[in-house]
């Protein structure tokens, strides 16, 4: 199959991908190691890391949706963007000092916040700045390149720990803040290209019958496919904890770095062709084959009893993040009106983000338990969350399908 060239993607596209590029470069050289960090070094438990994770997620999701708001009222999104990738660079230098789990918390939440402020409008200028023929592919091939940063952004972490005293077995303050320090640069570098290399692409106005945001026909598909990624999310705790259950076989700390290398590797180099995909063949069948193949990759975590086992799982892992991130982006550019984009991205990432914090305590409470009641093992989250993937996709096949392509914003 032949799929569009990149080359001819609008600059804001290029862009956009660049910016995601370095500031997943800066991220993922923490964020996989912030778990370990947390449990190794704080001694903090599970389920009071599944509560800060979760907490992180769900203080941005209504600060989502007043941004995604704001922009199509203002009908500005760069602004917010630059606004946004700012605040997440400013609160990551604070990180070093971390001496306790609430100042971890602390970082976390402010980091999120700025990914809160950014996220929707963001969205909402890629899908204004391409063909709606085109938006798989556009929201692919930046999936792609933010993934890439994550696949640099790891490899440095890796390099950075290794050349270390004690050759990366174990992560201990030093190292953790050596990398924080490092991680500084290509973030500063992205708010910067960002503010003066993207053009403003402002929505059109709103006009009298779409004063919801949502073309009246079509709002009650897309509330209902926002009700469907909420029960999936609730089965979709952190990725800390998978990060955790391959440590929990054995994985060590240069292992988890390399497994998650390997995952954005894979999810890298199909999120493209995959987004391309989804404008030919539409975009619910991507989704439905992406969550199937979540549903299995978390089975398997339950199971899994073996090193190559969390290696195995975490490639394919990699396939549902690259079926899935860009194309569920695309499928709600197509499911409202333009003007109201910034609102919907705000919308569907608010959905996310609220389901996120129920379910990552969920998750550390079946783990550990909590209180006079004990917890049911590694393995109890992951039979949670592949079950309630395959009610989700059951639910899926009730939302409406646009042609793909479709123009319903234009």
Excluded at 237 to 257: E, K, N, P, Q, T
């Amino acid at each position: 199959m032949t799929f569009e060239s990149e080359r001819s993607l609008p600059r804001n596209v290029w862009v956009l991908t660049a910016v995601s590029f370095l500031t997943d470069v800066s991220s993922e050289m923490i964020v996989h190691l912030l778990p370990i960090f947390l449990a190794s070094v704080l001694g903090v438990g599970t389920a009071l890391i599944g509560l800060i994770e979760g907490v992180a997620d769900t203080t941005t999701s209504l600060l989502k949706v007043a941004s995604g708001w704001l922009s199509d009222r203002i009908r500005r999104r760069k602004a917010l963007a630059v606004a946004g990738y700012g605040l997440s660079t400013l609160a990551k230098p604070f990180l070093y000092f971390a001496s306790s789990w609430a100042w971890v918390l602390g970082v976390r939440v402010a980091e999120r916040l700025g990914k809160g402020i950014r996220t929707a409008p963001r969205d909402a200028l890629i899908a204004g700045s391409v063909d709606p023929a085109r938006r798989g592919w556009a929201f692919g091939w930046h999936r792609a390149g933010d993934t890439g940063g994550a696949v640099v952004g790891i490899g440095l972490a890796i390099a950075l720990l290794t050349s270390g005293s004690g050759g990366g077995g174990d992560l201990g303050r030093q190292a953790f803040q050596r990398v924080v320090l490092v991680s500084l640069i290509p973030a500063v570098m992205a708010v910067i290209l960002l503010a003066v290399a993207a053009h403003e692409i402002a929505p059109p106005a709103a006009d009298g019958t779409s004063r919801r945001g949502l073309r009246p026909g079509l709002a009650r598909g897309f509330r209902y496919y926002l009700a469907v990624v909420v029960v999936f999310t609730l089965g979709n705790s952190s990725d800390a904890f998978l990060i955790l259950r391959a440590r929990s076989v054995g994985l060590s700390v240069i292992g988890v770095l390399g497994m998650m290398l390997m995952f954005n590797l894979v999810y890298a180099l199909l999120a493209g062709p995959a987004g391309a995909l989804s404008d030919r063949i539409g975009r619910r069948r991507l989704l439905t084959a992406g969550w199937g193949v979540y549903a299995l990759v978390y089975l398997g975590f339950a199971w899994m009893n073996a090193v190559w086992h969390a290696w195995v799982l975490m490639a394919v892992y990699g396939v549902y993040y690259a079926l899935t991130e860009g194309v569920g982006r695309a499928f709600v550019a197509d499911l409202v009106r333009a003007e109201a984009h910034g609102t919907a991205f705000g919308a569907y990432h608010a959905a996310i983000g609220l389901a996120a914090l129920p379910a990552s305590l969920m998750a550390g409470i079946l783990w550990q338990g909590v209180g006079a009641w004990p917890g049911f093992g590694p393995a109890a989250p992951f039979f949670v969350g592949g079950v309630l993937a395959l009610a989700a996709i059951l639910l899926l096949t009730r939302v409406p399908q646009p042609s793909a392509g479709a123009s319903l914003g234009r």
